[in-house]
């Protein structure tokens, strides 16, 4: 059931990265390598199907670099939850995505975590170590000018992301959902025995979904 699991994540992350970028294709977008403002303030809350893909990536990774993600991983979780305390919000567990207190967290990455990176990025090369198996968030996080998202990075008060990015995203995600929506249930469709409510409806903090087994090495779901 696992590996069927994984193997639904794996085409499902590929239907995703395909439509994504055929989209961008008929875009100016300014997002490249080395521009890392959407790296900074993430609040790592993701489905089950991501948490697949990405431990799967990180145990494709040599030794050292699991090791040093792991470290790094540590650090972020320790820097996200002394925030996310600040501002009263404690929960970590499963949660359906619509009941997310995205309004809090969005205060945990705009004011707490501005300056603290995300864990997989590596921030001497401003690349993200686990670029194929990111998250959907990062997916779709792209915009058309990148001078407005370091202006947004600096000053979120200036509400860049609410007024400009945020909405230039949802274009795409709405012109996407048709074709998105169809794909899935073609896909969903080879894989009936799947539970899609807990692989996708739900979300929950990262060390919910990810454990580091300090024996073997290995990232577990």
């Not at 521009?35 to 089950?48: A, E, K, N, R, S």
């Not at 995505?97 to 090369?125: H, Q, Y």
């Not at 899935?184 to 409806?201: H, N, P, Q, V």
């Amino acid at each position: 059931m696992e590996d069927r699991k994984l193997i639904y994540a794996l085409e499902r992350a590929k239907i995703l990265e395909d439509l994504i970028s055929s989209e961008l294709e008929k875009r100016s977008i300014a997002c490249h390598k080395g521009c890392p403002y959407c790296c900074y303030g993430v609040t790592l809350w993701i489905t089950q199907a991501e948490a697949l893909l990405i431990s799967h990536y990180l145990n494709s990774l040599p030794l050292k670099k699991r090791k040093k993600l792991y470290k790094r991983l540590k650090d972020y979780v320790k820097a996200y939850r002394e925030e996310a305390r600040n501002f009263g919000l404690r929960e970590e567990r499963p949660v359906p995505k619509e009941k997310l207190d995205m309004e809090t967290l969005g205060k945990v990455s705009a004011l707490g975590l501005k300056d603290v990176p995300c864990p997989f990025l590596n921030t001497e090369t401003l690349s993200c170590e686990i670029y194929p198996a990111r998250p959907d968030m990062c997916r779709f996080t792209v915009y058309s000018d990148d001078k407005v998202c370091k202006q947004d990075w600096e000053d979120p008060l200036r509400f860049l992301w609410r007024d400009k990015i945020l909405p230039f995203i949802e274009e795409i995600k709405e012109r996407l959902s048709p074709k998105l929506n169809l794909q899935l249930m073609m896909l969903r469709s080879r894989y009936g025995d799947l539970d899609f409510y807990s692989l996708e409806e739900t979300v929950a903090f990262i060390t919910y979904r990810i454990k580091f087994d300090p024996v073997k090495k290995i990232f577990r779901c």
